[in-house]
């Protein structure tokens, strides 16, 4: 499949070196092509374009840009470019604002979450909460003791999750489907609760299962 990811950091690049692990073809977007000489030369045959390259390549695409932008790098990236493609939505609304005692600062609140602002401004988008619950050294095909961990997911389109959950397979995660988009209001603050054994004693090495 052909996989757009819009973002350059180490989300971008670790889902990248996932999808392009598992036989996809791979284009990462940035303002900067130039930041991706690196990722591109270690996955050769992956491209790297501007974001309305990346959304208009991909059959599916990724979002993994800074929260506070990613409205702006969707509309950068052109809404007829991504329209009626599923879109992963690794994103957290993280603000600027420095932690508390090691708990993040959003810019949303609990009764309305970024993908919903999201997927209201790009109703023809069908965007996927995923991966965001977890960092991203342990993104793709992470090996736990206790087995597979859970990847929570959410959004408004049927068909959009269950091509998620069919990637979420490839890359050794068991799905848990929330529900529709408001169930991101749940999801992305587990962001902050994975982040607080990381700021306050240096763990970031866990990732969440639900048993049942
Ligand atoms: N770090 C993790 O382990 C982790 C885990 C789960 C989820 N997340 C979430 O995943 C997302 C990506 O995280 P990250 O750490 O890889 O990278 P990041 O530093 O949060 O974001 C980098 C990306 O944001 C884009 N960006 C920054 N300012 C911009 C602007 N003004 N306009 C347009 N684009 C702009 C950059 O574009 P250019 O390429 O053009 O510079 C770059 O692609 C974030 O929302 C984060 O909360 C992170």
Redesign the pocket.
């Known amino acids: 499949m052909k996989v757009g990811i819009?973002?350059?950091?180490?989300?971008?690049?670790a889902l990248g070196d996932g999808f392009v692990k598992h036989g996809h073809e791979v284009m990462l977007?940035?303002?900067?092509p130039a930041?991706l000489a690196d990722w591109t030369a270690k996955n050769p045959g992956s491209t790297v374009g501007s974001?309305a390259e990346t959304a208009k390549f991909g059959a599916l695409v990724i979002l993994?840009?800074?929260?506070?932008?990613?409205s702006?790098?969707l509309r950068?990236a052109g809404a007829a470019n991504f329209s009626g493609k599923t879109i992963i939505d690794?994103?957290?609304p993280?603000a600027d604002a420095p932690p508390v005692n090691g708990v993040l600062k959003f810019f949303t609140n609990l009764d309305e979450s970024l993908m919903e602002q999201l997927q209201r401004e790009f109703p023809d988008a069908r965007f996927v909460k995923a991966?965001?619950?977890?960092?991203?050294?342990l993104?793709v095909n992470p090996k736990f003791a206790a087995g597979k961990p859970t990847m929570f997911i959410c959004g408004n389109h049927d068909s959009a999750k269950k091509a998620v959950s069919e990637i979420l397979d490839q890359f050794g995660w068991e799905t848990a489907d929330m529900g529709k988009a408001e169930a991101a209001r749940a999801i992305e603050p587990l962001?902050m609760l994975w982040c607080i054994p990381g700021f306050l004693r240096n763990e970031w090495t866990h990732a969440f299962k639900l048993l049942n």
């Open positions: 819009i973002g350059s950091g180490v989300v971008a690049q977007g940035t303002r900067e930041k974001f993994a840009v800074k929260g506070t932008v990613a702006e790098a950068a690794a994103v957290n993280i991966f965001n619950s977890v960092g991203s050294a993104m962001c």
